[in-house]
């Protein structure tokens, strides 16, 4: 295995120092990582290094691009005024450059026609006394039956499930690894 | 009307990245000003041909290889003194200077030597790290938009990182 001539170690291992230090690698490269770096002088060292490179790699921020080179570009190209400046395209910009905020913004939309849509149902129509009366009765009939439903559900769950599906072959198992232990014991003895 | 949008938007979007990307590679005000133009130019003809959502990697594979012909006519026509342009310099940490200009020009003098680290590595391993460390592209995209394979893509981003680490310390030494 060759060896980093700095450090003498490991080039592999070297190499995930390095990665673990600028943020990449696996969960188990980095937890890896990190116990070694605990009780590893030489690898803490390299690791330190790196990190440090890596923090100030990562805090360069991009150069942003003169306003006069935009300008330059619209006399080129659409003729466009304000390139720069204009509200619907940084909106625009906005809502689809982060998935998050255009999967909120979904969301709000949605959300925001289903109330307009039920409120506006609601102030179309007018119900009788009669009408509430019977509704209300069919939605206690409809969660009478719902409760049911889970009553019975929990019942399963509770005596099939649980007792003959779950916890058995559970005990099966452990009844077989204890008999397995057993004859190992009476071998040795 | 819609092209007109879809541009502006990708403009918006992009402007930085090409105009940044372009900088650490031609380490050249104006010629980074050139390129990024003429990058704007190629997505205002091209607009109608691609997505939107599929425009980052187009883009720097257009960046990448505007920037790769400026150095190649640059290497045969003349060989200039490069040095960090102001403008790059000046981009660090404006906010922190009112409150500790010490702790400021030191920050400021250790991404300045970070660039200009960067800026020095071998165009094939400046151009992987850039779009991996600093533009945040993944390795599938930077694999697409430099036309390379993946797995040639980690390689040269290890390599990057050990060289930038070598490097600094010859800098320090120096």
């Known amino acids: 295995m060759t060896q980093n001539k700095s450090s003498h170690i490991p080039e592999n291992l070297y190499n995930k120092i390095v990665s673990v230090a600028y943020g990449d690698g696996s969960l188990w490269d980095k937890l890896k990582i990190f116990y070694l770096v605990t009780t590893n002088l030489a690898a803490r060292k390299v690791f330190f290094e790196f990190r440090n490179t890596a923090k100030a790699v990562h805090d360069i921020e991009e150069d942003v691009l003169p306003a006069e080179i935009l300008k330059k570009v619209e006399q080129k190209t659409t003729g466009l005024k304000d390139l720069e400046n204009s509200f619907v395209t940084d909106l625009f910009s906005l809502l689809t450059a982060r998935p998050m905020i255009s999967t909120v913004t979904a969301a709000v939309v949605v959300i925001t026609i289903t109330i307009t849509m039920f409120i506006g149902k609601n102030n179309n129509v007018t119900y009788s006394v009669d009408e509430i009366r019977k509704a209300d009765k069919d939605a206690r009939y409809a969660l009478s039956v719902v409760n049911k439903i889970f009553a019975q559900s929990s019942i399963t769950i509770k005596e099939d499930v649980l007792k003959n599906q779950v916890s058995q072959p559970i005990n099966n198992g452990i009844n077989f690894l204890n008999n397995l232990l057993k004859g190992e014991k009476n071998e040795i003895n | ?174």
């Open chain 2, 1 to 174: 009307m819609f092209e007109e949008k879809k541009y502006r938007f990708l403009i918006q979007q992009h402007k930085n990245r090409i105009y940044s990307y372009s900088l650490f590679m031609l380490k050249d005000k104006m010629d980074a000003d050139d390129v990024t133009q003429e990058v704007m130019i190629r997505i205002w003809q091209n607009v109608d041909k691609f997505n939107v959502l599929a425009a980052k990697t187009w883009i720097m594979k257009t960046t990448n290889n505007l920037c790769i012909d400026y150095l190649r006519k640059r290497s045969v026509a003349y060989n200039r003194n490069y040095s960090i342009s102001e403008e790059m310099e000046d981009s660090f940490g404006s906010e922190l200077t009112e409150h500790n200009p010490f702790l400021t020009t030191h920050l400021k003098m250790i991404a300045s030597k970070v660039k200009e680290v960067i800026q020095n590595l071998p165009d094939n391993l400046k151009s992987v790290f850039i779009l991996y460390e600093i533009q945040g592209m993944k390795y599938r995209e930077i694999s697409l938009a430099l036309d390379i394979p993946i797995n040639s893509v980690k390689v040269y981003l290890l390599r990057a990182r050990k060289k930038l680490q070598e490097d600094l310390k010859d800098y320090d030494t120096k």
